[in-house]
């Protein structure tokens, strides 16, 4: 069976990690080819992967691009197509008109209230007819898709994302408490409201501690010109695994969450999170249970939690041992793939 995964992105973010892992996995089973940018930081390991990559724009359609992958398809026999994210699915959702099985994953579901948001959303109402089988990362993405009416539930599965855990993991033996993020610097992350509550954090409590921001994106100098915080240090980009090793708490600002990479994979280092309530992260975090959740619009309220788990060793060990637990009953690579895998073997029978 050959496969054609298409992501518009190939820079650091959770769909392009997934679209990677994902083929690491299915590789050994299916002849994947993979459409996607070529200048991003994952496109090196994407093309080591692929049977074939295929280079394409970034975030951008291109009717050139489009008769390329067509052709692609009918010279290699691909039947089945997966796209990842919105611009990915313009070109899959047009490939249907041509005899291939498609399949979606949203990756995230935002409806902007704009007049370019009200057009994306009604195109993704006109794509449904033209996508065989939607893959949704969380029930709360399920929900939200439903809801809208950019998939049907018949049509929708639900796949958790999947991480690759470590087999030992240790507790760091930092002289100040550490708190770190790691995501793409846009608006979605909410790093101007992290800036906001930590610099409010700062002026009313005496704790040693440092807050770390890990990767880069579109509102970095914006960022950075705002930050006034002592604690904050911007890292750029770094390598995940090592940073994630060495924070006591994972903390996330998020506006709007698909399912995060990033805080599987501080769970799955039995690192406690502080992470907003959102859907996709209340998919993964238990209030109180594995980890705790706060409100974007009550500093209060994240203020309290921190200085709960920054006091208390005891309820951190606790809540990083079960989130540790739960990713490896739900959150595993393998799991993810295996079911990915049966819904093409499902598409290419039909």
Known sequence: MNILEIS??????GGPKHLLDLSVVNSASVDIFIAAPSNGEYASSLKQIATEFIDIPF???SIITFFKLLRICKKNQIKVVHSHGRGAGFYSRLLKLFGLRVIHTFH????????AGRVKLLLDKVLVPLTDKFICVSDSEKINAIKHNVTTPSKTHVIHNGVIIPESVSIPDN???VIGTLSRLNYQKGLDILLDFISQFESKNDVNFK???AGSGELE???KAKNTCKSVEFLGSVDGQDFLKGIDLYISFARWEGLPLAVIEAM???KPCLISNVEGNTDLITNGEDGYLFNLDSYSEFEKKLLELINNKELQSKLGQNAREKVIQSFSVD?????????YEELNKE
């Open 268 to 270: 799955s280092h039995t």
């Open 335 to 343: 799991q993810m793939a295996k079911k990915t895998l049966s819904v």
């Open 108 to 115: 995230g579901i935002h409806i902007e209230k704009s007049i």
């Open 8 to 13: 518009v992105r190939s820079d650091i973010g």
């Open 175 to 177: 002289t100040e408490f």
């Open 221 to 223: 100098g914006e960022l």
């Open 211 to 213: 807050c770390l921001i």
């Open 59 to 61: 975030r951008k359609f």
